[in-house]
């Protein structure tokens, strides 16, 4: 038998058994877990096995800490934001937090009837940059999940007096470094400036985060980070989405139907029908947005110079409808926003040079009157539209920030939907219709094959490039290959685009965060389709292995056949005297059985065939341990118990401190 520990040490290796943790594919041992939070993550895994539920956690590989839970994490109670981001304060302990607390900063109610609450971490009155937790309820108010990016080594100090730069100093000091004078700049939307605590290279310092957009001198997006007591602009980055990431379309020959609105005899490309208003306009190749809504003297737009608003009209109300009638979003901010979109533009700063892109800017969408060589028509192919449109999605749910990783799973969730709006589902290639119209055969990227068009396909592969715009903010355009494999493998496998759609739209409204990187991707998603399929966990199973495939996060063994068996709820069934062959898969995996048994009976059980350190557990009805066997290294295990009350039994298999092999099974007989 195993040495009787310490009571400390019985916990930290308790809690390691359950705990997955931080390495490169954020699924191995944690280490270095500090006291509070060991007792912290200790208490929801006492919770989850109360139940009868499964416990998971996944780490951050960089900090160390929990980027993702699942289980049962509280009793019912969490019923509205106060609650939620009282949850979150009372528990700040497992994310290392010593300073502030956290403030419900939204709420969202999904079709599951669950609740999703995003807090972010305050301190002396200012939101930490970067930091955002979701908590997830059930119906009951029982918290099921918590997940996002922490900051845990916030200076503690007052930092509302850190603030010595007035917000229109800061609006001003940007235009400054954009080299705009204030007489040149055309707004779209007024300028936005929210206060922040930011980590600037290791050095905490108080920042305006500001947004202004805007039309001229050039095409704006801009989001900046001014440093609120010196006034320098510590970082600034041009949003506007280029065309480089769009998808396929067919529809300049095609006849469409089009909503219109009658006015005093004139019909005005105006769609009235909708959720939302969707409205065309035309910027007859000028830089003057959005330009002059398009119209016509009867109901039949057949000039040559109208036939790009027809295609992106229709493909507005094609897209409006994907997400309206299949995932029940009314507009891209879900309140019904009137959707704009404008053709034949052209960049301010080139008035007079075709403009082959289109972009989101974060008011409307522009589709340039391109130059027929690099680009013909860009507002012709449905899943373009799609794609600007779902960055607008984007820009309202998760918010992923435009660089590295985040900006790359932006990027590829609007490639995801822009496919899925598309709707052809063998055709993998995006921007084959639009691409290079003189040139047949090629496109912008392939999901099925992205290093076909110089992308990666696995992280073994991914390209590491400055965060600056020649970098391509890190290389958001081209990284974007990975996750695009990944929905690739995971569609195909899984062969249900609106299951894909469900889950993905799901994961980016309801788990991704601001900052979230690939595993944090693949983690949302797998959540995701358990929450959406729970009876059905291969369509899980089949994502994540999608995920592992191109190198994020490990595989489920084909072997281990009688998953989902991890929670009790999930035990499969025992027969007498039948041996069971089947794997502890990672260090969170728990294997359950049942079987029933009559009172004075005995039932044996013998686990044998160990490849590494494994215990075994008796547990009668209530969750209640009856009887164990805990021998040391591969020592097998085994229980006989005398049975005193008639009923059902469960034999539970867990790796010791979080032991598990993909490559041995175990073996299983018990006899009742």
């Excluded at 507005?316 to 309140?335: E, G, I, K």
Aim: a negative charge; charged letters at 20%.
């Amino acid at each position: 038998m195993k040495k009787v520990l310490s009571l400390v040490m019985v916990t930290a290796l308790s809690m390691s058994s359950v705990a997955s943790a931080a390495s490169l594919n954020n699924e191995s041992n944690a280490q270095g877990l500090s006291p509070k939070k060991m007792e912290t993550i200790e208490k929801f895994r006492e919770k989850s096995e109360k139940k009868g539920d499964k416990f998971e956690v996944k780490w951050d590989s960089k900090k160390n800490i929990p980027n993702f839970i699942t289980g049962t994490l509280s009793e019912k109670g969490v019923d509205d934001s106060k609650d939620a981001a009282a949850f979150m304060s009372k528990n700040k302990d497992m994310f290392e937090v010593s300073v502030g607390e956290f403030v419900n900063e939204s709420v969202e109610v999904d079709s599951l009837n669950k609740k999703h609450y995003k807090n972010k971490l305050v301190v002396d009155g200012i939101p930490v940059y970067g930091t955002e937790v979701i908590v997830h309820t059930n119906e009951d108010g029982t918290v099921y999940a918590v997940n996002g990016n922490v900051e845990s080594n916030v200076s503690d100090k007052a930092w509302k007096k850190e603030f010595k730069l007035s917000s229109e100093n800061a609006i001003k000091n940007v235009l400054k470094e954009l080299n705009i004078k204030e007489n040149e700049i055309k707004y779209s939307a007024d300028p936005k400036t929210e206060q922040y605590i930011y980590n600037d290279n290791g050095n905490w310092i108080p920042v305006y985060y500001v947004t202004t957009q805007f039309m001229a001198p050039y095409y704006g997006n801009v989001k900046s980070i001014v440093n609120a007591n010196t006034g320098a602009v510590v970082k600034t980055r041009n949003e506007i989405k280029k065309v480089a990431s769009t998808g396929t379309g067919t529809g300049l020959l095609a006849t469409r139907n089009l909503n219109l609105d009658l006015v005093s005899g004139r019909y005005y490309m105006r769609d009235l029908t909708k959720g939302a208003r969707i409205e065309t306009y035309d910027a007859n190749r000028t830089a003057r947005f959005p330009g002059t809504i398009v119209s016509d003297v009867d109901n039949v737009f057949n000039a040559s110079t109208q036939l790009d608003a027809v295609d992106v009209h229709a493909n507005m109300a094609v897209t409006y409808d994907f997400f309206r009638n299949n995932l029940n979003r009314n507009s891209y901010d879900n309140q019904g926003a009137a959707i704009i979109a404008t053709v034949n533009g052209r960049d301010p700063q080139y008035p007079n040079e075709p403009m082959d892109n289109a972009f989101w800017n974060g008011t409307q969408m522009v589709f340039g009157d391109c130059s027929g060589t690099t680009f013909a028509h860009i507002g012709s192919s449905l899943d373009v539209v799609g794609h600007e449109f779902t960055h607008a999605v984007t820009e309202r749910t998760a918010g992923l920030e435009y660089e590295n990783q985040s900006g790359a799973l932006n990027e590829s969730f609007s490639d995801v939907f822009g496919y899925l709006i598309e709707g052809q589902t063998s055709d993998w290639l995006m921007g084959e219709d639009c691409y290079t119209p003189n040139t047949p055969g090629d496109a912008l990227r392939s999901l099925s094959n992205p290093t076909l068009y110089n992308q990666p396909a696995h992280m073994n592969q991914y390209r590491t490039l400055p965060n600056t715009s020649s970098g391509d903010w890190g290389g958001v355009h081209i990284n974007s290959g990975i996750p695009n494999k990944a929905f690739y493998l995971a569609a195909t496998s899984i062969n249900d685009n609106n299951k894909m759609a469900q889950i993905y739209y799901r994961a980016l409204t309801s788990y991704l965060t601001q900052y979230s990187q690939f595993t944090d991707a693949k983690n949302a998603l797998v959540q995701a389709a358990r929450d959406l399929y729970p009876t059905d966990t291969t369509i899980a199973t089949k994502v994540a292995d999608a995920f592992a495939s191109v190198g994020i996060g490990s595989t489920t063994p084909s072997g281990d056949t009688y998953e989902p068996n991890n929670t009790m709820s999930a035990a499969t069934a025992l027969t007498s005297g039948t041996a069971y062959s089947s794997y502890i898969y990672s260090s969170t995996d728990v294997d359950y059985y049942y079987l029933n048994s009559t009172a004075g009976r005995t039932i044996t059980i013998n686990l044998t065939n160990l490849p590494k350190d494994y215990e075994l557990y008796l547990v009668n009805s209530a969750g209640t341990v009856v009887a164990k066997s805990e021998n040391g290294s591969t020592t097998s295990e085994s229980i006989s118990y005398r049975v005193p009350t008639t009923g059902k039994y469960y034999v539970k298999i867990v790796g010791y401190n979080g032991a598990y092999s993909t490559t041995t099974p175990y073996s299983l007989k018990a006899t009742f």
